[in-house]
Structures are given as structure tokens and as C-alpha cells.
Antibody, heavy 118, light 109 residues
Framework: QVQVVESGGGVVQPGTSLRLSCAASGFTFRSYGFYWVRQAPGKGLEWVTVIWNDGIRKYYVDSVKGRFTVSRDISKNTIYLQMNSLRVEDTAVYFC???????????WGQGTMVSVSS | EIVLTQSPGTLSLSPGERATLSCRATQSVSSTYLAWYQQKPGQAPRLLIYDASSRATGIPDRFSGSGSGTDFTLTISRLEPEDFAVYYCQQYTSSLEVVTFGPGTKVDV
């Protein structure tokens, strides 16, 4: 079964760190790029970052540059999102998604909630 | 920076009716990198259309996409009860350096 499953969300204080994981299965992990997309409560979708299938090219939305880092572990078929210096405005459900046809997001996880609050 | 605008914000229709959703970009967008997603409450989004007009795997043919340049359209030919949801358009550059979602159109009864 082709799927991605996120984990690692939680409630944290501003200024702290959190690492999200996205475990992929059912397809050849190294052949695909992956996105992280977030959705604040009651709001629309916001792209956060993408990592290409080469594992080298990585891009971020301006609001997280210098604070968030995306990486992958091919041996574990897992994508990570290291989030440092978290802010209240980072509160959202974070979705992991595979870059499919024409790099559209074709396989999505169920999301993991990150709540940043003092 | 390309900004996507979707209209209308909410579309109130009944099952069996035709839905026409608009996505407009502030600059010309490559059709290759224009996609549409459906999201139901409490669920992850689902890819409907990529390449502006190609249906994703398993998507019924009542969903169709069209457009080019700055104006794109998602059409649902006959609404089924399960089609009432929020729809997002998305554009991205070939390098994926910039990825943008529109604000969404809610299709409700």
C-alpha cells in the first residue's frame, strides 16, 4: 500500500524545537521528492518546504528559512522536518506529501498537529 | 512572487448541478505546474488535476481542468454528494523553489 505517515507533533512552547517524521512505504522512496505543507486551524494550505529526490535540492517558504530544515534517511524511508525557534504562528497541522506526476502532491499523509503556545 | 486568487470564495449548489471554480494568477503560470486539490473536513487534501488538465489516478471524469496563462478553471460537471468540499489550486516553478496555494473555494449545499 502506497502511503506516507507523519508523526512527532505535539504541544511546545515558543522558542523550542520539534522534529517531525514522515515514513513512506509501498513505493521506491529514493525516486521521489517530498513536500511538507501546513494548515493553521481554520485556514488554507501553506507550502513549507520541498526536498528533491536527489536529497540535495531543498527549498523553503520565507517564513521558515533559517529555522526549519528538511532531510531524509534513505535507509529508513523517512523524511524529517527539524523545526527550531518555533513561533506561535507555526501552529498548524503539518502534512507530508509525495511529489508525484509533474511534482504535484499525489500521496498525502493524515497530518500531525503542532501547537506552539506559552 | 505569484499570488493565486480563487473565486468565488463559496459556491452554493445542489447535487446534480455544474460547478465552475476559477483560479487566477498575478503572473503567467506554466500549465505544466498547475494543480487542483480537494479537501474534506478533517481529511488530508487529495490531488484531482495536474498539468492543469490531467486527471490524477482514480479521479472521476466529472472533474476536469482547463486554462492557461493566468486563468485556470476546475469544472465538476454534475455534483455528487461527496463533492462538497474545499478546492485549492496550486502553482509551482519547475525548480520547486516557489510553491503557492490559492486560498480555496468552498463548494457547499
Amino acid at each position: 500500500q502506497v502511503q506516507v505517515v507523519e508523526s512527532g507533533g505535539g504541544v511546545v512552547q515558543p522558542g523550542t524545537s520539534l522534529r517531525l517524521s514522515c515514513a513512506a512505504s509501498g513505493f521506491t522512496f529514493r525516486s521521489y521528492g517530498f513536500y511538507w505543507v501546513r494548515q493553521a486551524p481554520g485556514k488554507g494550505l501553506e507550502w513549507v518546504t520541498v526536498i528533491w529526490n536527489d536529497g540535495i535540492r531543498k527549498y523553503y517558504v520565507d517564513s521558515v528559512k533559517g529555522r526549519f530544515t528538511v532531510s531524509r534517511d534513505i535507509s529508513k524511508n523517512t523524511i524529517y522536518l527539524q523545526m527550531n525557534s518555533l513561533r506561535v504562528e507555526d501552529t498548524a497541522v503539518y502534512f507530508c506529501a509525495r511529489a508525484g506526476p509533474r511534482n504535484a502532491l499525489d500521496i498525502w499523509g493524515q497530518g500531525t498537529m503542532v501547537s506552539v503556545s506559552s | 512572487e505569484i499570488v493565486l486568487t480563487q473565486s468565488p470564495g463559496t459556491l452554493s449548489l445542489s447535487p446534480g448541478e455544474r460547478a465552475t471554480l476559477s483560479c487566477r494568477a498575478t503572473q503567467s503560470v506554466s500549465s505544466t505546474y498547475l494543480a487542483w486539490y480537494q479537501q474534506k473536513p478533517g481529511q488530508a487534501p487529495r490531488l484531482l488535476i495536474y498539468d492543469a488538465s490531467s486527471r490524477a489516478t482514480g479521479i472521476p471524469d466529472r472533474f476536469s481542468g482547463s486554462g492557461s496563462g493566468t486563468d485556470f478553471t476546475l469544472t465538476i460537471s454534475r455534483l455528487e454528494p461527496e463533492d462538497f468540499a474545499v478546492y485549492y489550486c496550486q502553482q509551482y516553478t519547475s525548480s520547486l523553489e516557489v510553491v503557492t496555494f490559492g486560498p480555496g473555494t468552498k463548494v457547499d449545499v
